[in-house]
């Protein structure tokens, strides 16, 4: 497998994260795969390794047909020479997994995210969780493009999302595509025929990375921290991660509960109190006056009645 590494870019993206949780022996063996704590350097007499086949993207209804992909091809017998050691020692996850380890020399992780694994000590039945960060490594990085799009140029591979059926063979495909025309890259069939590729689509299998918390110190280059909440899209060395993204739209749902739970009872429960005081002092005024008036009018009725008794 080549690597056609481009100039690193600066940006990543993140989205809401999904976790997984699953029973495990403890410690660092949930880190899968051979360990690779540097970054790996491909042989420059590696590069040719690359098979022309053909491929199909039934996903897109603006594409009929094959069209030329130059695939990585295992089948040659460099191939293995070419890659690092454990390449293939993945066990149920494939090849191509490693741990703790770091990506290939200026290649791009992809969708970097964290799973929580529970695990027990068979000795004291402790069990506690663990983080475990995972990415994904492409030759390059670019900015994601789809076969229905290809006659926007891509420099450099990137980390294929959704359904494919290019190649039966390659389970994650990192890829970049080129114009007819656009490239000259040489290549070695498996039957050691050469040729130049010279349009299509170019792809080789994802590296997949683990890490745990406490490896960090001995990766380099270092890793980040991811915060188990979203899944970063795609990081380079040295890259400053973003802060995680607002889960919401528009104000925080919690604050507008607050401000209408809270101040709206107070406002109408003050309401109703004005209009009780001020009804219940309206009925005591009325009640004075006619207190007031009953006591004006037996005065009158009094006065009245005197001088008649004093003839």
Known sequence: MASNAASPASSSSSTPLPTSSSASTPSRIAARGAPLTTPFVQSPECASIWELTRGRAKEYDSITGLFPVLASNAADERFSSCQPSGWD???????FGFGPAV?????TYYSLFVTRDLSTV??????????????????????????????LINSGMTLARGE????????????????????????TDSDSSTGVFTGGMQIHEAWRVTWHDEDTSTLSPPLPSLDGTTIVQSWVPGQTLPPPPRTEHGPDIMWVLYVV???VPIIGLTVIGLIIWCLVRRHKRKKRERREEQEEREAHELTAIEPESGK
């Open 89 to 95: 020692d993945a066990g149920p996850s494939g090849s």
């Open 164 to 187: 494919t059926h290019w190649v039966p063979s390659i389970s994650t495909p990192c890829t970049r595509f080129f114009k007819d025309g656009e490239t000259t890259i040489s290549y």
């Open 103 to 107: 990506c290939p020399s200026a290649w």
């Open 122 to 151: 068979a000795e004291t039945h402790i069990t506690f969780l663990s983080a475990y960060s995972h990415a994904y490594c492409c030759a390059s990085l670019s900015s994601q493009r789809d076969w229905a799009f290809a006659d």
């Open 261 to 263: 739970t809270i101040p």
